[in-house]
């Protein structure tokens, strides 16, 4: 019965994912008037409203159900899109950017939720992170045809040619909505003896505090994170476009990078079964920082479009495996909550690296993807991710 759930959200978020523009997002609001720093803030309001609403959306998520967090997620992003149509100021820019920050929590960890609390019971673990490749790798789909497409439409990049590639994002999430009210909330998810809001809160918390395994899992995704979202939006258009890349092959280089993430993302779950879980899970957070390091040192059209393509495929090739790590070590009644308090403390280390490495790219791109690859591998190395034990990702 629950199969067809996942498909639906699988539908759901490839129609949140089809967005026509945003590989030139940069692009448009440079051309609107505002600067890499003004961008880079605007990024920095919606992660730092996904921060904020995180934990109130996820509480939400375990006590009202998890199918209208994620239509509610789905319309928030619909409205903030219809609203970029008209938008020509910084400050609109700034309410565009709130309800998007706020669309993005409440799928946050609801979406992880239902899906976990979809599987069958039996090897629930192991089929979680087949299915976290599939759901990852379909969005991957949605915008390997969406900045080709986008490209055709936005043509030379003008401002007004975004209008109709907007638009059409706009149907597509409105698509995406119809869809979330045909998913079926899982009966781990039902009831009426529903903890209270507080009671969900503390024991997410003492679930934190305890648990080591967890604990460390979750320090690992907040200091380890490879930035994907700056790097597309607001750091690779530029950089490549300064190497000479046109508007179009800025576009084509995300979607080929995104194709890639199709592959790396729904067989993740290979590369561990072949390096064992320790080496994987290093591996594939010690790679991201390698590769801006190396992104760092490149020139020219070629050289910078082959490892942007490269990067943006493997950056967040190790989500379906912590998905999987994660999701076995919280109970389903508090699940959503558990998750969006992780993911709230990701969201405050990106909203406050973002604007950091965006000033650092108004003197240098280079010296940014140095920066943020000296972040992720220092980190990573603090954590001691080369002897993380087998017995630390269950």
């Not at 619909?78 to 970029?84: D, H, I, K, N, T």
């Not at 109970?331 to 969006?340: F, K, M, P, Q």
Request: aromatic letters at 10%; charged letters at 15%; hydrophobic letters at 55%.
């Amino acid at each position: 019965m629950f199969a067809s759930n996942i498909n639906k959200v699988i539908v759901i978020s490839f129609a949140q994912r089809f967005h026509l523009y945003v590989h030139a997002y940069a692009l448009l609001l440079l051309a609107r008037g505002l600067s890499l720093l003004q961008i880079s803030l605007i990024e920095s309001i919606v992660i730092g409203s996904i921060f904020l609403m995180e934990v109130p959306t996820g509480i939400l998520a375990d006590r009202l159900g998890r199918k209208w967090s994620i239509a509610a997620s789905t319309f928030f992003l619909m409205c903030a899109e219809f609203l970029f149509i008209f938008a020509r100021s910084f400050e609109w820019y700034i309410v565009i950017a709130l309800l998007t920050g706020t669309g993005f929590a409440f799928a946050s960890g609801a979406v992880e939720a239902l899906v976990y609390d979809s599987l069958p019971e039996a090897d629930r673990e192991d089929a979680m992170k087949r299915a976290m490749g599939r759901l990852n790798s379909t969005s991957q789909i949605a915008f390997v045809i969406a900045p080709i497409l986008g490209g055709l439409i936005i043509g030379d990049a003008r401002a007004e040619n975004f209008i109709p590639a907007i638009a059409l994002t706009v149907v597509a999430l409105g698509i995406g909505l119809l869809v979330c009210f045909r998913l079926r909330e899982p009966a781990t998810a039902k009831g009426d003896a529903r903890p209270g809001s507080l009671s969900l809160l503390r024991s997410g918390f003492a679930l934190l505090a305890s648990n080591r395994r967890l604990r460390r899992l979750a320090l690992l995704v907040v200091f380890s994170t490879p930035f994907t979202a700056t790097l597309v939006t607001t750091l690779a258009p530029p950089y490549l476009v300064q190497n000479e890349a046109s508007p179009f092959v800025v576009g084509l280089t995300l979607s080929l990078g995104s194709l890639l993430a199709v592959f790396t993302q729904r067989y993740a779950w290979k590369l561990e079964a072949w390096l064992g879980q320790a080496r994987a899970v290093a591996l594939l957070i010690l790679l991201p920082g390698l590769m801006y390091w190396l992104l760092a040192a490149a020139a020219g059209p070629i050289a910078t479009v082959l490892l942007v393509t490269i990067m943006y495929g493997a950056n967040d090739m190790k989500a379906p495996l912590f998905s999987a790590y994660q999701n076995a070590l919280i109970a389903s009644e508090n699940r959503a909550t558990v998750l969006s308090l992780i993911n709230m403390f990701a969201s405050l280390f990106i909203a406050i690296g973002a604007p950091i490495y965006a000033a650092l790219a108004q003197t240098s791109l280079e010296l940014a993807f140095v920066t943020i690859g000296a972040v992720i591998l220092g980190s990573a190395l603090l954590l001691r991710v080369y002897r993380l034990p087998e017995a630390t990702v269950e």
